[in-house]
T-cell receptor, first 114, second 112 residues
Framework: KAGVTQTPRYLIKTRGQQVTLSCSPI?????VSWYQQTPGQGLQFLFE???????NKGNFPGRFSGRQFSNSRSEMNVSTLELGDSALYLC?????????????FGPGTRLTVT | QQPVQSPQAVILREGEDAVINCSSS?????VHWYRQKHGEAPVFLMI?????EQKGHEKISASFNEKKQQSSLYLTASQLSYSGTYFC?????????????FGKGTLLTVNP
């Protein structure tokens, strides 16, 4: 079974631009979560989608948004990029929503904002 | 609120044991453990649920003290492959509408 895939793997943007990251979950998985990983803060929860609905959101500004499609693929968008947005963005899929389900992480998208 | 992991880093020789702790100031329903090797994605190790249920890899041992809101991951007879950063993720709702809050991680290095 193919794992979680994320595209692109690396991205360099300048301040003020916007970016869209994509995540394809494991086949059959309906829940997709997004995390921002930085050396100082570790893994920080961005949002979680299940059946095309955002069910939970972390403490990030409104510049961070996302969506999920009917095939469970998900995208996240960051508008008006800031230097502090440089990070590894990870998405994780799980079979269903709930604390008893393990998450399978993708390799991440490394975003650098200059 | 972010759980606190201790120690922040630990260095072992192959065959030695280690314990990684995860502590929260809030009541917990579940604790999730993941390991991330450098340059790779985090990999699931174990889920511990309120009430005692556990789910995860057979070779991994962990405990969950609901009263103290603490969990510990036990790594025995460590192997070189155990090296990586270990993260605990906690959540308190128990419902399907939940989010995991991860600690900052514990860097484990196993040397020959």
């Amino acid at each position: 079974k193919a794992g979680v895939t994320q595209t692109p793997r690396y991205l360099i943007k300048t301040r003020g631009q916007q970016v869209t990251l994509s995540c394809s979950p494991i086949s059959g998985h309906r829940s997709v979560s997004w995390y921002q990983q930085t050396p100082g803060q570790g893994l920080q929860f961005l949002f979680e989608y299940f059946s095309e609905t955002q069910r939970n959101k972390g403490n990030f500004p409104g510049r961070f948004s996302g969506r999920q499609f009917s095939n469970s693929r998900s995208e996240m968008n960051v508008s008006t990029l800031e230097l502090g947005d440089s990070a590894l963005y990870l998405c994780a899929s799980s079979l269903a929503a709930g604390p008893t389900y393990e998450q399978y992480f993708g390799p991440g998208t490394r975003l650098t904002v200059t | 609120q972010q759980p606190v992991q201790s120690p922040q880093a630990v260095i072992l020789r192959e065959g030695e044991d280690a314990v990684i702790n995860c502590s929260s100031s809030k009541a917990l329903y579940s604790v999730h453990w993941y390991r991330q090797k450098h340059g790779e994605a985090p990999v699931f190790l174990m889920i511990l649920l309120k009430g005692g249920e556990q789910k995860g890899h057979e070779k991994i041992s962990a405990s969950f003290n609901e009263k103290k809101q603490q969990s510990s991951l036990y790594l025995t007879a460590s192997q070189l492959s155990y090296s990586g950063t270990y993260f605990c993720g906690t959540e308190g709702s128990g419902g399907s509408n939940y989010k995991l809050t991860f600690g900052k991680g514990t860097l484990l290095t196993v040397n020959p």
